[in-house]
């Protein structure tokens, strides 16, 4: 058995059955696309799920994949153990109503013992225990003996999950040698030790699983086969553990080189060094697919894995943020099988830097307040550390709830789960009651009666802006009715209709409904989720009624405005790419007549400079006049040109394609226009943050970015006329007139000081003598609070030994300072409890220091009274 690299055997798969006519097919994103009911992928059959059901057709009978994986139910675990990690590598060949049995046995017997020469004296197969058709090949087109194939119960050897498609499997495994097993004379394939251990599993979905629990054949049968290719990696290098696998080791002696540590020589150091060693594996992949840390979804998991890998750094020792630096290595030992790793790696290293250097901000903190709590819980003998202290964890230091949970099972402790979900809960429920607030209900008349029997709207919108129609439904007051007069607000449904009801991201058209005796001024169009068109406005003339024939025409300059801006944003969306990266992909969006809104994946604010160039460019698309074109297409030949696609979104079979030239592919619902040269023109007002991982950019097209430019110029010109300039020398005027008033000031606080100085020998010579001790009090009412702590320091310094207690009243502002000496504080003199008590007489508060403190209050004419008390309480310090 040849010793064979990782990258090595994962090519040699894939070319051995793109030699048995399979279509060799690049690993699909982490992230499912269209599959709810995931997070990330887990397998390497997930992606194909629907080439299983039916629901899409496959681009080959036969095919071959390498499939990035990650798994994390037991995470906890992952470091404790050499067996349990995250991330993994799945091979996989897969047929569609093609070959089957005979052919997978056949063809994974030969690559295992031709290909990888592995012995067949160490190998052995397990079946489900009614499969003799599996049973037969093994035994007499393999010739394995039959004391070297096991027949196994449902539990081992049948895959199913739930109803439909479903049937036995056959598993290899490898005899990894007695010295590994239990020791048991009964141990054999299926013992729980490590002796034998199970690297091929070849599901022959034969069957299908009804409601009723019973079984039916399929009439097309597949094969679906999985093999995890660190543990073929094991075999191949005849090592105990995945993370002693050449690619994997290599990343393990990088973190150990930053560590400076050794691998092997304490238990607790081991398990940080897998912890981290698998981590930084997943959640490079992750960043690498799009994925950016956030506190929910699949941007939870990889903040989960990249804050509990930061953390057990800081165990071996590293104060610093280096994960960005380990994931190099990871790139570097991946990179031939997924090139885009070595494409995206200074953004990988960016996003893995900015969670760490985050993390890193709070972590210190959050683990004193962790000890703090864990040492509260064990002074009363308790076991179990409060929901709410896990939660303000979570909620105030970014400490997963898992972290919280590992560090607390370290010191024997468990975590209140139902007590930290119930806050969870709360919190969730507060923010979405503070949306509903902000955001009133837009389909509340969905739940009318009669509604769900009206047809979906026929919309002609996309051709003509006007159109003949038929009232089928009116809506008053939530109330179906037959007739609406003159002032009555309703919702009209129309059997067809060129007003586009909002969806994707675009606002509504508005525009009128005629009938022959009345009109409807629509202000707003929605569209339900089973496409009906909701045209809400007001009867402003005559009658409507129900049945009745009626014009409907949109408001076309509305109409073009909206439209300028969804061509604009798609024209955005390409040049932040250029400009960015290919990792921003768009979040959402608003796009409406008066400016457009958009959201998208990055992981930091703009710079001005940034900003800029996307502005320009996209500005530059306007100017080339750009053919904008619309083209309805199969789903996969949109994808095959490129087309951009919003994630999550669900698509049919046939998709609209928007393209603007050969610069922006998206696929996309809504109204455009025909030339890029109709945008007139964009600025960009801004860009900001909306959640973790999320920007939001804000511009305005045509004539609202006109009149943004016009306003502006009114302003310039108000400002230029103001200083008696020119608009273009406004900036230099400025300047000057800014170091004039610099100046001036200068002029000021000399005067002051020299006001104060002529001032400072009758403060001196007011003081009184308290006991040998000086108490010197004034009001200077024309200083600030900066000026009067500077007289506070230079009157002290010149009383020598004593108490300086000053106020002013400047700008209707009450400042208070109060000083003293140290021979003073030594006599019980406090100055912060001086003037905690004086400031409350004006209204105020503040406090400080024994030998100086300083405070605010809001009542001028009190500040005599203050001056007073502030005085009489030296006294009654002074021992």
Known sequence: ??????????????????????????????????????????????????????????????????????????????????????????????????????????????????DMEIPADRLFASIYEEDDEAYDIWKNDIGLSADRIVRLGKKDNFWEHGTGPCGPCSEIYFDRGADKGCGHPDCAVGCDCDRYMEFWNLVFTQFSKGEDGTYSKLQKKNIDTGMGLERLACIMQDVNSLFEVDTIRNILNNVCSNAGVRYGKAYQTDVSIRVITDHIRSTTMMVSDGILPSNEGRGYVLRRLLRRAARHGKLLGINKAFLYNVALVVIDESKSAYPELAEKADYIRKVIKIEEERFDATIDQGLNILNEFMASVKADNGKVLPGTMAFKLHDTYGFPLDLTREIAGENSLEIDEEGFTAEMAEQKKKAREALKSREPSAWGQESVAGLDKVNKTEFTGYNELSTEASIVFIIKEGEPVDNALEGDEVTLLLDRTPFYGESGGQTGDTGVIEAADGIVRVNDCKKTPDGRHLHIGIVEKGIIEKASTVSARVDREMRLATARNHTTTHLIQKALRNVLGTHVTQAGSLVGPDRLRFDFNHFSAMTREELKSVEQEVNAKILESIPVSVREMNIDEARKEGAMALFGEKYGNTVRVVKAGDYSVELCGGTHLTSTSQAGLVKILGESGVAAGVRRLEALTGEGAIRYFNEREDILNEIASALKSFPQDSVKKIGALNAELKNAGKEIEKLRSKLVSGSSEDVLSGAVDVKGIKVAAARFDQLDVDALRNTGDMLKNKLGSGVVILASGLGEKVSFVVMATKDAVDRGVHAGNIIREAAKVAGGGGGGRPDMAQAGGKDVSKIDDALKLAVRIAGEQIK
């Open 1 to 114: 058995m040849k010793k064979m690299g990782l990258n090595e055997i994962r090519e040699r798969y894939l070319k051995f059955f793109e030699g048995k006519d399979h279509l060799r097919m690049p690993s699909f994103s982490l992230v499912p696309h269209n599959d709810p009911s995931i997070l990330l992928i887990n397998a390497g059959m997930t992606p194909l799920k629907r080439y299983f059901t039916g629901a899409e057709q496959p681009p080959e009978k036969r095919i071959a994949t390498c499939q990035k994986c990650i798994r994390t139910p037991d995470i906890e675990n992952v470091g404790k153990t050499a067996r349990h990690g995250t991330f993994f590598e799945m091979l996989g060949n897969f047929s569609f109503g093609d070959y089957f049995k005979k052919e997978a046995i056949t063809w994974a017997w030969e690559f295992v013992t031709k």
